[in-house]
Nanobody
Framework: QVELVESGGGSVQAGGSLKLSCKAS????????MGWYRQADGKERELVSS???????FYKDSVKGRFTISQDAYRTTLYLQMNNLKPEDTAVYSC???????????????????WGQGTRVTVPA
């Protein structure tokens, strides 16, 4: 089984910065990609950023130029550097991953099968 644990959330003033971390542990053989979702109170969960097996990245338009996704060399720790935070960034941020225990597994790149518990980010207006 795989576990994802996020950390680094908190409350910061608009214009401030936070760096989120997500540590993946367990039976990880193939890591096809990881990403960050967020869900604001009363709103749908949305994909904020992701990084695939080749290192290609995706960013939601509203965070481009402000957020940066990265991984450690082992691809078991995921980061999200968030700069110039805005009140609309307030949400619970969750780490997600497409991970398999079989070397023969083929990456889909469109799904995440493991999720963390989430960490809260608050940016007061």
């Amino acid at each position: 089984q795989v576990e994802l644990v996020e950390s680094g959330g908190g409350s910061v003033q608009a214009g401030g910065s936070l760096k989120l971390s997500c540590k993946a542990s367990g039976h990880i053989v193939v890591n096809c990609g990881m990403g960050w979702y967020r869900q604001a109170d009363g709103k749908e969960r949305e994909l904020v950023s992701s990084i695939d097996e080749d290192g290609s990245t995706f960013y939601k338009d509203s965070v481009k130029g402000r957020f940066t996704i990265s991984q450690d060399a082992y691809r078991t720790t995921l980061y999200l550097q968030m700069n110039n935070l805005k009140p609309e960034d307030t949400a619970v941020y969750s780490c997600a991953a497409e991970i398999y225990s079989d070397y023969d597994s083929n990456c889909m790149g469109t799904i995440f099968n493991f999720w963390g518990q989430g960490t809260r980010v608050t940016v007061p207006a």
